[in-house]
């Protein structure tokens, strides 16, 4: 089993930044990458980012490019994402999750453990 669980979410103008953290406990070791994904009201879960744990190789989204970074800290078993230049329709629960066996996938499918989720708010 692995257990995550983020935090850093909160209220923001449009034009700021947040930086969510996402900190694994348990089985790490089995961890193969990582990933954030959002959902807002009414919409499906949307990939934002993920990242190869062991050899930092990343992927994002094409809505968040030159705006989001994502990166962990092995040491602390920390994921993150480093989100500039907020815009209202960044506004959503950010979910961070664990893929034991798949590559940078965007497919929230192949995830096998999720975090509680953090609440972002962009305000216009």
């Known amino acids: 089993q692995v257990q995550l669980v983020e935090s850093g979410g909160g209220l923001v103008q449009a034009g700021g930044s947040l930086r969510l953290s996402c900190t694994a406990s348990?089985?790490?070791?089995?961890?193969?990458?990582m990933g954030w994904f959002r959902q807002a009201p009414g919409k499906e879960r949307e990939f934002v980012a993920a990242?190869?744990?062991?050899?930092?190789?990343?992927y994002l989204a094409e809505s968040v490019k030159g705006r989001f970074t994502i990166s962990r800290d092995d040491a602390k078993n920390t994921l993150y994402l480093q989100m500039n230049s907020l815009k209202p329709e960044d506004t959503a629960v950010y979910y961070c999750?664990?893929?034991?066996?798949?590559?940078?996938?965007?497919?929230?499918?192949?995830?096998?453990?999720w975090g509680q989720g953090t609440q972002v708010t962009v305000s216009s």
């Open positions: 999750a664990a893929d034991l066996t798949s590559p940078l996938s965007s497919s929230a499918y192949e995830y096998d453990y």
């Open positions: 348990g089985r790490t070791s089995r961890i193969y990458a």
């Open positions: 990242i190869i744990w062991s050899g930092g190789d990343t």
